[in-house]
């Protein structure tokens, strides 16, 4: 499985100057130019992967192809004739790269060392303020050279627009394929590139909603494994898997607590679906709303002190927030339509949702008190979104007129939804936060 | 509008469907209905419908329905042997999981309703499909347990 050889990561420095260097607010769709040069090697050497200069060449490459997945940043790649050495990595020439527009400038090294490993070094420059905005650096295996660079290109993203990168992050989905009755559904999980693309559970049974923890060592999920929907969790390091629960109710919608602890998730109680958390360890399950309604898709905010949920107790279905033992239960959505599917944002700002209306399902966000509604997609068939680690960009799935369901991803900033490729038809997609 | 739809699958108890394995026979080897699907198509006979349908949105029985289960239900207290699966459904549209609970609660109150008509709950199991597998209202799916 993907974390057993987990990486070791060894911050050699981090001196992040506080604020970033361009802060764009979400909604303005000028895109700010990164320039991403040639990275540097000290001394060309040999590695299990390649020469430091090769590492050093494809690193930056890999950066600018990061930078321009988001629709912030517009990267001026790097040029093979162009070279730099190691000391001015540190001390770049300012002047150029204002001339040739760049507003922030990425530059860096591969370095070998005894121990068979790289340092990778990642600055990050200002070019207005001919400062430096930011410096990190790790020591990793050569071969994990592409997550080093996932990180760097982060730091670039977060000095641009001051939000955490979302390079070194997983999305999990669910894979579909055939149709009807054969159709096959595995839990599929993959880099956010699309790279390291890996099926979790073997095709033999339904499932659905699979749902990372916050540390991306644990997947909750809903399977038919028992004859009806129930949340499973699945441990990616060992494979292993059990129920969340000792009953045979019905549970589905199952999310994290953003520590990881706990689980809060839908079950149903007779004819009525209610909101329950429960310990990831397993444990009786505790009731947070007793409403004589559908209750279902809770999500925590993410410090964990409320649970924004979708209920249809007032004859259609909106969105409720209460406190996360289930008190002051108040509706936020008011306007046309059905509201469902909430997910909080990462930063703790926008609550994303599914809204249905004549025959349309789009996308949209809410500010957490329900103000500030605005729809980011035209549908007709889109559903389940779920936040970058960023809060400024949601993966989503889409169904075309055949019924066939590919996934998404939306920027805030209103540009066109744009197409994830992976290998089958997907759903039900859910993006990770960052991971160490 | 379609509406959303229950499906009956009836499964004999283990013990009177030992010498059936249908799940095991070859089927050009069988042209005589026998245990399950003999079963299976009694019920129907009798019963009118294996499925019963609901309003957009609601999960409240209407009298068509009423009357259909109410014939299920006479069937199946006369077959004490036999094990019932209620699979409900939602709608296409709705969102996945709204649809999972609502498929749940029509499940359910069918199922009330057959207790109610003095069928023995444990002759009863629950589940939903919710918008998963939509288009498969012929299914009788059968369960050797």
């Given at each position: 499985?993907?974390?057993?050889?987990?990486?070791?990561?060894?911050?050699v420095?981090?001196?992040?100057a506080?604020?970033?260097?361009?802060?764009?607010?979400?909604?303005?769709?000028?895109?700010?130019?990164?320039?991403?040069?040639?990275?540097?090697?000290?001394?060309?050497?040999?590695?299990?992967?390649?020469?430091?200069?090769?590492?050093?060449?494809?690193?930056?490459k890999?950066?600018?192809?990061d930078?321009?997945?988001?629709?912030?940043?517009?990267?001026?790649p790097?040029?093979?004739?162009?070279?730099?050495?190691?000391?001015?990595?540190?001390?770049?020439?300012?002047?150029?790269?204002?001339?040739?527009g760049?507003?922030?400038l990425?530059?860096?090294?591969?370095?070998?060392?005894?121990?068979?490993?790289?340092?990778?070094?990642?600055?990050v420059?200002?070019?207005?303020?001919?400062?430096?905005?930011?410096?990190?650096?790790?020591?990793?295996?050569?071969?994990?050279?592409?997550?080093?660079?996932?990180?760097?290109?982060?730091?670039?993203?977060?000095?641009?627009?001051?939000?955490p990168g979302?390079?070194?992050?997983?999305?999990?989905?669910?894979?579909?394929?055939?149709?009807?009755?054969?159709?096959?559904?595995?839990?599929?999980?993959?880099?956010?590139?699309?790279?390291n693309?890996?099926?979790?559970?073997?095709?033999?049974?339904m499932?659905?909603?699979?749902?990372?923890?916050?540390?991306?060592?644990?997947?909750?999920?809903?399977?038919y494994?028992g004859?009806?929907?129930?949340?499973?969790?699945?441990?990616?390091a060992?494979?292993?898997?059990?129920?969340?629960?000792?009953?045979?109710?019905?549970?589905?919608?199952?999310?994290?607590?953003?520590?990881?602890?706990?689980?809060?998730?839908?079950?149903?109680?007779?004819?009525?679906?209610?909101?329950?958390v429960?310990?990831?360890?397993?444990?009786?399950?505790?009731?947070?709303?007793?409403?004589?309604?559908i209750?279902?898709?809770?999500s925590?905010?993410?410090?964990?002190?409320k649970?924004?949920?979708?209920?249809?107790?007032?004859?259609?279905q909106?969105?409720?927030?209460?406190?996360?033992?289930?008190?002051?239960?108040?509706?936020?959505?008011?306007?046309?339509?059905?509201?469902?599917?909430?997910?909080?944002?990462?930063?703790?700002?926008?609550?994303?949702?599914?809204?249905?209306?004549?025959?349309?399902?789009?996308?949209?966000?809410m500010?957490a008190?329900?103000?500030?509604?605005?729809?980011?997609?035209?549908?007709?068939?889109?559903?389940?979104?779920?936040?970058?680690?960023?809060?400024?960009?949601?993966?989503?799935?889409?169904?075309?007129?055949?019924?066939?369901?590919?996934?998404?991803?939306?920027?805030?900033?209103?540009?066109?939804?744009?197409?994830?490729?992976?290998?089958?038809?997907?759903?039900?997609?859910?993006?990770?936060?960052v991971?160490? | 509008?379609?509406?959303?739809?229950?499906?009956?699958?009836?499964?004999?108890?283990a013990?009177?469907?030992?010498?059936?394995?249908?799940?095991?026979?070859?089927?050009?080897?069988q042209?005589?209905?026998?245990?399950?699907?003999?079963?299976?198509?009694?019920?129907?006979?009798?019963?009118?419908?294996?499925?019963?349908?609901?309003?957009?949105?609601?999960?409240?029985?209407?009298?068509?329905?009423?009357?259909?289960?109410?014939?299920?239900?006479?069937?199946?207290?006369?077959?004490?042997?036999?094990?019932v699966?209620?699979?409900?459904?939602g709608?296409?549209?709705?969102?996945?999981?709204?649809?999972?609970?609502?498929?749940?609660?029509?499940?359910?109150?069918?199922?009330?309703y057959?207790?109610?008509?003095?069928?023995?709950?444990?002759?009863?199991?629950?589940?939903?499909?919710?918008?998963?597998?939509?288009?498969?209202?012929?299914?009788?799916?059968?369960?050797?347990?």
């Open positions: 499985m993907i974390f057993s050889s987990k990486l070791k990561w060894l911050l420095t981090a001196a992040a506080g604020s970033a260097a361009h802060a764009q607010a979400p909604g303005t769709a000028a895109a700010t130019v990164v320039a991403v040069p040639p990275f540097s090697t000290p001394n060309d050497t040999r590695t299990s992967s390649g020469s430091t200069l090769s590492i050093a060449w494809d690193a930056s890999l950066i600018a192809q930078l321009r997945t988001t629709s912030e940043i517009m990267p001026l790097p040029a093979q004739k162009d070279f730099y050495s190691y000391p001015e990595v540190t001390a770049p020439s300012f002047p150029k790269w204002r001339a040739a760049a507003k922030v990425v530059m860096g090294f591969v370095q070998a060392r005894s121990d068979k490993r790289v340092t990778f070094g990642c600055y420059y200002d070019v207005d303020k001919g400062r430096e905005v930011s410096r990190a650096g790790f020591v990793v295996d050569p071969s994990d050279w592409q997550r080093a660079a996932h990180k760097c290109s982060g730091q670039a993203y977060t000095a641009v627009t001051g939000a979302i390079f070194d992050t997983r999305i999990a989905y669910v894979a579909e394929s055939g149709a009807g009755t054969a159709k096959v559904e595995r839990i599929a999980f993959m880099d956010s590139d699309g790279t693309h890996q099926y979790l559970t073997a095709g033999d049974t499932v659905l909603t699979p749902r990372i923890s916050p540390k991306a060592t644990r997947i909750a999920y809903v399977s494994a004859g009806r929907p129930q949340v499973r969790l699945l441990d990616l060992s494979g292993a898997q059990r129920p969340l629960l000792t009953s045979d109710a019905i549970s589905f919608a199952p999310r994290f607590s953003p520590d990881g602890g706990r689980i809060v998730f839908a079950m149903m109680n007779g004819a009525n679906s209610d909101i329950y429960a310990s990831a360890q397993g444990g009786l399950p505790q009731r947070l709303t007793t409403a004589p309604a209750d279902v898709d809770p925590f905010s993410p410090d964990g002190t649970v924004v949920f979708e209920s249809d107790r007032s004859g259609s909106q969105l409720y927030v209460m406190n996360a033992d289930g008190s002051s239960q108040r509706r936020i959505s008011f306007g046309a339509g059905r509201y469902a599917a909430p997910e909080w944002s990462p930063d703790g700002n926008w609550i994303a949702f599914t809204r249905r209306d004549a025959g349309a399902r789009r996308i949209g966000i500010k008190d329900g103000t500030e509604e605005r729809l980011l997609t035209n549908g007709p068939t889109d559903e389940g979104a779920s936040w970058a680690a960023s809060s400024r960009e949601l993966v989503f799935q889409r169904s075309d007129a055949t019924g066939n369901s590919r996934l998404f991803r939306v920027s805030l900033d209103g540009s066109e939804p744009r197409n994830i490729v992976i290998p089958q038809n997907g759903s039900d997609p859910d993006w990770s936060g991971t160490d | 509008m379609r509406p959303a739809l229950l499906l009956f699958a009836i499964a004999l108890v013990g009177s469907a030992s010498a059936q394995l249908p799940g095991l026979r070859k089927r050009d080897s042209p005589v209905l026998q245990g399950i699907d003999a079963a299976r198509a009694d019920f129907l006979a009798k019963s009118g419908a294996d499925t019963v349908y609901f309003g957009l949105d609601s999960a409240v029985l209407g009298a068509p329905a009423r009357a259909t289960l109410a014939a299920q239900a006479q069937w199946i207290r006369m077959h004490p042997d036999v094990l699966r209620i699979e409900g459904h709608e296409p549209n709705d969102t996945r999981d709204h649809a999972l609970a609502m498929g749940a609660r029509r499940a359910q109150e069918v199922r009330d057959m207790v109610l008509l003095g069928v023995p709950a444990m002759q009863l199991s629950v589940t939903s499909l919710g918008k998963e597998r939509p288009g498969a209202p012929r299914a009788v799916t059968v369960l050797v347990r």
